[in-house]
């Protein structure tokens, strides 16, 4: 693998945890200066990949450069050169948010003439100066994101890895988290980023989708919705739970989502009349409705790939 690449470049990335394979065979190629995202359910090795890029966990198999070094071999030089905003918070909760900033700084060795004003640069952009003398265990959960987020940043890292970073933030504070990692790419940082949120997914440059260990997809999200391995239909009838139960035990039915009360549904590219053959399943149970042909979203994507109903697991499925 040669050093120009790529800010993060893998090659067969695998870990197992005794009979888990938590990442398998996993190849990456992340450019310098993008956002790139993992997408996955739980426990599809999100935590893990990023634990072994920052060099804190070693794979049984595989190689991995990030900025140009092998790691876990070159670990040292890389400490700080990256930023890491793990998934549960991992700052002093007892010390205050200047505190625990001033402490970030002497880990990372910031000069003493500039830490001062570093710091207050970052509770500047991130919005802390109120809280500035207040315990980080009392801050509100987008306090929280801000703060760690200054902190990852702080020693002006070229790599950044947040995990999960705006779980349990409501849409505003997302937002603006966003805006915020637009700036951070725009001056340069390489931002690797896993979501649960599709909005989210679809915002990044590239994206990779993780199931169980594996890439399941990989691209720029609009080129992944183009390229869909599958037909999407939207339903509309008086009974979408009904329809959606029957529509799954249809053979040519990847999936089924529910939106409100109309019905996603992924229909295998081998089926040539997606629509029809959607209409021909609710006559055939019954039910009345319309069935049309629609451009893919990421959530269909997701669904597609990974052989996954989220929408429809999330609200439990009825007996
Ligand atoms: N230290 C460990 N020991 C044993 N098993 C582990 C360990 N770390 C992770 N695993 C297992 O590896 C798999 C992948 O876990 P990982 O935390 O990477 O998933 P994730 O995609 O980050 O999930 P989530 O979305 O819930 O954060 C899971 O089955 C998990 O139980
Ligand atoms: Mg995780």
């Not at 890491?84 to 060795?109: C, G, K, P, W």
């Not at 989210?200 to 990779?208: I, P, S």
């Not at 209409?279 to 597609?304: C, H, K, M, W, Y």
Request: proline share 4%.
């Amino acid at each position: 693998m040669s050093e120009t690449q790529g800010a993060v470049v893998t090659r067969g990335l695998t870990r197992r945890f005794g009979a888990i394979t938590a990442v398998d065979d996993l190849d990456l190629d992340i450019k310098r200066g993008t956002i790139y995202g993992f997408l996955g359910p739980n426990g599809s090795g999100k935590t893990t990949a990023i634990r072994m890029l920052a060099g804190l966990l070693s794979p049984n198999a595989g190689d991995i450069r990030v900025l140009g070094l092998a790691i876990p071999r070159q670990v040292g030089k890389l400490r700080h050169r990256i930023g890491y905003m793990t998934q549960r918070f991992s700052l002093y909760e007892d010390l205050s948010v200047r505190e625990n900033l001033a402490f970030i700084a002497s880990i990372h060795t910031v000069p003493r003439d500039s830490v001062r004003h570093r710091i207050e640069e970052l509770i500047d952009t991130y919005h802390l100066s109120e809280q500035r003398h207040q315990q980080a265990g009392t801050l509100s959960g987008g306090q929280r994101q801000r703060l760690a987020l200054a902190a990852a940043t702080l020693h002006y890292p070229e790599l950044l890895f947040l995990d999960e970073p705006t779980s349990a933030v409501d849409p505003e504070s997302r937002r603006d988290f966003w805006d915020k990692l637009f700036d951070l790419a725009e001056a340069g940082t390489t931002i690797l980023v896993s979501t649960h949120y599709m909005d989210e997914a679809e915002r990044c440059h590239e994206l990779a989708i993780l199931d169980r260990g594996r890439l399941a997809a990989q691209g720029k999200p609009r080129g992944m919705m183009d390229d869909i391995p599958a037909r999407v239909v939207q339903v509309t009838t008086s009974r979408p739970r009904h329809a959606a139960r029957r529509l799954k035990q249809a053979k040519s039915v990847i999936g089924v989502t529910q939106v409100g009360d109309l019905l996603r549904v992924q229909v295998d590219l081998a089926e040539d009349d997606p629509a029809g053959c959607v209409q021909r399943v609710l006559s055939e149970s019954g039910l009345e409705g319309d069935s049309r042909e629609i451009p893919a979203n990421l959530e269909d994507v997701f669904v597609t790939v990974t052989g996954r109903d989220r929408a429809t697991d999330r609200q439990g499925e009825p007996a």
